[in-house]
């Protein structure tokens, strides 16, 4: 027997034998299309498995564009991802999105007006100092503090985060 023949009775005992379809089952449901988009410890049961009262679970978006929420073992599995590579997948995404927030808040009317005042405060420092230069910017810190406070309740963050 040619070893193109014992090959092909191989492949043929394999698929009669159940052992390819389970190998098939198993791949359908990873996604390496996938993406980790971070961690929620509000959403406490994994979509996957069903598992309950988990710290948290893994924010996912699958390929296909739904977003999932599974614990850290099944997310490792249906992404075929490992759990550092999950984890600077959510690093990343974070950090996108803080850059995101930065670039809208600095270029917010509020924050322009207030760095104009600031360079204004700034060149005429032997005039203004202390309180006085305090009270020079006050109207515009306020005003770029709650846009900066808008924006980062628009990208879910903290508005310390949005600097």
Request: proline share 1%; aromatic share 6%.
């Amino acid at each position: 027997m040619g070893g193109a023949a014992l090959r092909k009775i191989v492949v043929d005992e394999v698929v009669n034998s159940g052992y390819s379809r389970a190998i098939e089952s198993s791949n359908a449901t990873e996604h390496t299309m996938s993406k980790a988009l971070g961690t929620d410890d509000s959403v406490n049961t994994c979509d996957c498995c069903g598992k309950t009262n988990l710290k948290f679970t893994v924010t996912i978006e699958l390929d296909c564009g739904e977003i999932v929420h599974y614990g850290q073992v099944c997310a490792g599995r249906n992404t075929g991802k490992t759990r550092p590579q999950i984890n600077n997948e959510i690093k990343a995404e974070a950090q996108r999105i803080r850059t995101a927030a930065a670039a809208e808040f600095r270029a917010t009317t509020e924050e322009v007006a207030y760095r104009a005042k600031l360079a204004e405060r700034d060149s005429n420092r032997a005039i203004l100092s202390g309180r006085a230069a305090f009270e020079f910017v006050m109207a515009e810190s306020i005003a770029a503090d709650a846009a900066r406070a808008r924006v980062a309740a628009k990208y879910g963050l903290k508005s310390y985060e949005v600097v």
